[in-house]
């Protein structure tokens, strides 16, 4: 019998073994997938793990995506390691090692599939004829219509010691779950070693741990207001929670009560540079309009962990470390070579709880880093001035130690989420404490967020700033019953199949195809926005309608008549239900709404006169040109020229003759926009300028214009 057992045991792992071998080929570790359809939007690399880098700036995890510069991410280190291990030359190590990296890639890992699918098709959108998607075109792999989450990235990493990592990770658009990534995690001892379908490597694979630590740059601005290597995160406190998880897992969460401490979860924040003589706690524009730039509160919640690879359930003991870890004082384990046996050593006792480099307290820590080192919500204290490591602090979780046979698995399940202050609040409370800060003697008195008052500008401020701790767990929060629910949240109406805006004349017209939701019973219509002047700004609501109230054929559209000229003008249309579907304890009741970023336009759409038939009817809007009487909306720079001809060059002389700029104005209508920069890209200065427009033919005429900046 245990022979008969045996075998069975065998053949279940054959098989297991051949169908992954023929599901995944090699592929390029720089491969990256985007994830765009909720509010927090990033990417994910072929190789298992994230840096954010891009050769410019550091890029990914974006939040508030509707703005820019509002990316969060600066490096995800994930490791694997084993004890007792004897590798696919033969050689013994007492620990070995992996870092996700893609200096790792056909050494220490082997990427094997990166992809992304859909639930449905992404609408179409075209602003004036162009085709608004055509620069995503290829991102989505498959459709299928049968997942629940709007999107689904697989990535499957071998490594060298036969640990192969498959992630999952799972993007939401309904409005209350679109500001987090559910993350995945299968590891497998398919004892696959390298890029072929070979199987290298047949022992048990023994204390396997796992870990990564995560650090954050707390919004992209916040390296112009906060400065001195925010972009990096240096500046960043982290914290924890969850230290009572035990106690508490077997709790519900409910919409009465939807934030809990007791959640498995570690987050940043952007704390005070040293440098700054000035409160910089929620990254404030001091030197422009005081909103605050650096909202962001960012980090991950623990949801599940097998057992074991025959148990899973929930092992409520781990995280083994949860906590966090200086910035880059972690193991170098090169090329898995033999010099680096004693790196490996490290390596594993990290993962093991065991901060690198220091002692317990200085390098790392399972406490709440905050609470543990701050006096108060205004103390000046740098946090990269605890550990002394201008890296920053990254959020530190490591599980294990796992025992793998062959052919078995573990899996890990976390959410990744940022949440804070809106953009809204940002500025009202920015502003009113830049406003006392450059007025002595103002006091307030300012209103705290539980309705008390203080005379302290910045007490009130970062009192604000710090309501993203109850904000970001309430957002794990809501991870974790998604998850635990087998995602069963509900769902939001499909959008619109396609969206179309064109500039007229006298209006600017939208157009759309019906919403493949529309027979839904609790189906309930659409809602039509429109932004002026940029596309990153206040979205205001102008039409909504039922569904064929407008055309009988399924197909819709809407007449903007109130664009005023020479303004640019961004939309979104959203399909909206009743609410009486969405009535579960999974989130906040009432009308749910199609994610608003399938539709957004981001290519202004403006009215455009007829072309003049004379020279006479030329006009220059506004002369004289004043930087403090902004005539269009959010663009200060703008000029314009008004009933030209339809085709015609438009050369601007200053007044002694020196050619600055040439316009070449080929669209056939009576309009042309400049923003006052020369050929050279310089800013226009004050001055009396002349404006000489010519036809094909040569006939010309010129137009004198001031300037005052």
Not at 220 to 239: F, P, Y
Not at 418 to 446: H, Q, V
Request: glycine share 10%.
């Amino acid at each position: 019998m245990i022979m008969l057992k045996r075998i069975m045991h065998y053949l279940l792992i054959s098989g297991a073994m051949l169908f992954y071998l023929s599901s995944y080929a090699q592929i390029d570790g720089s491969q990256k997938c985007y994830v765009r359809v909720g509010s927090l939007q990033s990417h994910f690399s072929a190789y298992g793990s994230e840096r954010a880098w891009n050769n410019t700036y550091y890029e990914g995890l974006i939040w508030p995506a509707d703005y820019p510069f509002q990316d969060n991410a600066v490096i995800k280190r994930s490791w694997a390691a084993v004890r007792d291990f004897k590798d696919k030359n033969g050689a013994h190590w007492s620990h070995y090692g992996v870092l996700y990296t893609l200096d790792a890639e056909g050494v220490g890992l082997f990427p094997m599939e990166l992809k992304q699918s859909s639930k449905f098709k992404p609408p179409d959108v075209f602003v004036d004829g162009n085709d608004l998607k055509v620069i995503f075109a290829g991102e989505i792999d498959t459709i299928d219509a049968n997942q629940i989450a709007d999107r689904i990235i697989t990535n499957v990493v071998n490594s060298s010691m036969g640990l192969t990592m498959t992630r999952k990770i799972y993007a939401f658009s309904q409005q209350y779950h679109d500001n987090y990534f559910i993350k995945e995690f299968t590891f497998t001892n398919t004892g696959n070693a390298d890029w072929d379908p070979e199987i290298e490597l047949t022992d048990t694979l023994r204390g396997v741990r796992i870990g990564w630590g995560t650090r954050y740059s707390m919004g992209r601005e916040a390296n112009w207001t906060i400065g001195d290597g925010q972009s990096w995160g240096k500046h960043t406190w982290v914290t924890r929670r969850g230290e009572d998880y035990a106690l508490h897992y077997q709790e519900a969460i409910t919409p009465e009560d939807p934030i809990v401490d007791w959640l498995r979860a570690g987050f940043s924040w952007a704390g005070q540079g040293e440098n700054n003589a000035f409160d910089n706690i929620g990254g404030p524009d001091v030197t422009g309009s005081g909103r605050l730039t650096s909202p962001h509160h960012a980090g991950s919640v623990v949801i599940h962990v097998d057992r074991s690879a025959a148990d899973n359930n929930d092992w409520i003991a781990q995280p083994v470390f949860l906590g966090w870890h200086a910035g880059d004082t972690y193991p170098s384990i090169g090329d898995q070579r033999v010099e680096d046996a004693p790196a490996m050593s490290d390596l594993y006792d990290m993962l093991s709880g065991n901060p690198y480099g220091g002692d317990q307290g200085k390098i790392g820590d399972i406490t709440r880093m905050d609470e543990k080192h701050l006096t108060s919500i205004t103390d000046p204290k740098d946090p990269w001035t605890v550990h002394n490591d201008g890296g920053g602090t990254n959020v530190m979780m490591t599980y294990g130690p796992f025992d793998l046979g062959p052919g078995e698995s573990i899996t890990i399940v976390e959410a990744e989420g940022i949440n804070g202050l809106s953009r809204k609040m940002c500025e009202l409370i920015g502003e009113r404490w830049k406003k006392a800060y450059d007025t002595s003697g103002d006091n307030g008195p300012f209103d705290l967020p539980n309705g008390n008052e203080t005379s302290d500008r910045n007490k009130f401020k970062n009192s604000w700033v710090y309501t993203g701790k109850d904000s970001i767990m309430l957002t794990f929060g809501r991870a974790k019953r998604n998850y635990d629910s087998g995602f069963n949240i509900p769902q939001p109406p499909l959008p619109p199949e396609s969206f179309t805006v064109e500039s007229g004349g006298n209006r600017i017209f939208t157009s759309w195809l019906a919403s493949p939701s529309e027979s839904d019973a609790d189906f309930g219509g659409y809602r039509l926005y429109r932004a002026i002047g940029k596309p990153d700004t206040t979205f205001e609501e102008i039409f909504a309608c039922g569904v064929g109230t407008n055309n009988p054929e399924l197909s819709y559209s809407f007449d903007d008549m109130s664009p005023v000229r020479g303004q640019n003008y961004f939309y979104y249309l959203v399909a909206f239900d009743d609410g009486s579907e969405n009535n579960t304890d999974l989130n906040p009741h009432g009308s749910l709404h199609s994610s608003h970023f399938y539709t957004k336009t981001t290519e202004a759409a403006n009215l455009k006169r007829k072309a003049g038939t004379t020279f006479e009817q030329i006009r220059i809007v506004p002369n004289p040109f004043n930087i403090r009487h902004e005539a269009f909306i959010k663009q200060p720079d703008k000029l314009a020229f008004y009933d030209i001809p339809g085709v015609c060059t438009i050369r601007i002389y200053t007044e002694r003759g020196d050619l600055v700029k040439t316009i070449e104005h080929n669209d056939g209508s009576g309009d042309e926009y400049w923003f006052l920069n020369t050929d050279k890209r310089q800013v226009l200065v004050s001055g009396i300028y002349i404006a000489h427009f010519e036809l094909p033919d040569g006939r010309s005429t010129f137009r004198k214009f001031i300037v005052v900046r």
